[in-house]
């Protein structure tokens, strides 16, 4: 099978905000059979990471967040510039993601570069319900437990097969509703365990006492460090993720 003919999803990042050992911010490049590629999260390091794994920014069609946090948000400046000064983008850009989303990126935006014009257009889309398409992917949003605006995503491929992405969320039944039945789901797993006052992220142990429920057929662990990764491998559930890792979907 030729690589234009194989939908992937490649994990630009796996790691938490604040680099668990010197792991990139969590995102995704996600790329359907002989289509446009979909950026999924843009961190402070993702436009980095999309220069180190030799990815052109020029090829992206749509830009997809989860939710507004820095580790998720702080890198959509530079790469917005770097379409316009290096690469002269002219293309209108989509990006997608919760209500709110333009006010976040142009806020964002500004805070980094006042004054600045992008000279291309920008073509802002706000997810609820409903499924779009997005660089030939469905698009379907989900809320979790996470930030009020928190969105995770189940993404259609032309195979048929579908992937979900959480985000950063909870362990609670929106979570599973998400990933329920897909082909292959990313799953944040933040912390060994949860802290004395719990905070809207999956732990190593409740992914163990709640297996059960993921019923995903391929499960794949983000925005973790090490020492979580370790555990998860010596458990045998799913796969923890690293930076540069691709899935075939």
């Keep these: 099978m030729s690589i234009e003919s194989r ?20 995102s995704y490049l996600i790329t359907p059979a002989g289509g446009a590629p979909l950026l999924v999260d843009v961190g402070a390091t993702t436009p980095l990471r999309l220069a180190q794994c030799g990815r052109d920014p020029a090829a992206l069609e749509a830009i997809l967040l989860t939710h507004f946090h820095g580790d998720h948000l702080l890198g959509l400046p530079v790469l917005l510039l770097r379409l316009q000064f290096v690469t002269g983008r002219t293309a209108p850009l989509t990006i997608a993601g919760p209500k709110g989303v333009e006010n976040a990126c142009r806020s964002i935006l500004d805070a980094a570069y006042p004054g600045v014009r992008i000279g291309y257009d920008l073509r802002f889309t706000e997810l609820s319900d409903g499924a779009v398409r997005l660089g030939g992917i469905g698009v379907e949003p989900g809320v979790v437990t996470h930030k009020a605006e928190s969105l995770g995503y189940r993404l259609s491929f032309p195979s048929g097969r579908i992937a979900a992405i959480s985000g950063d969320a909870a362990f609670d039944e929106r979570l599973v509703d998400l990933i329920d039945g897909v082909d292959a789901a990313f799953v944040e797993v933040s912390m060994l365990r949860q802290p004395k006052e719990r905070v809207s992220h999956e732990s190593f142990e409740e992914i163990v006492s709640r297996r059960e429920e993921l019923r995903a057929e391929r499960l794949f662990f983000t925005h973790l460090g090490d020492s979580v990764a370790r555990r998860l491998r010596e458990s045998g559930i799913g796969t923890p993720a690293w930076d540069g890792m691709t899935v075939e979907i």
């Design 7 to 26: 939908s992937t999803i490649e994990v630009l990042g796996s790691g938490d905000a604040f680099h668990a050992e010197s792991r990139a911010h969590t």
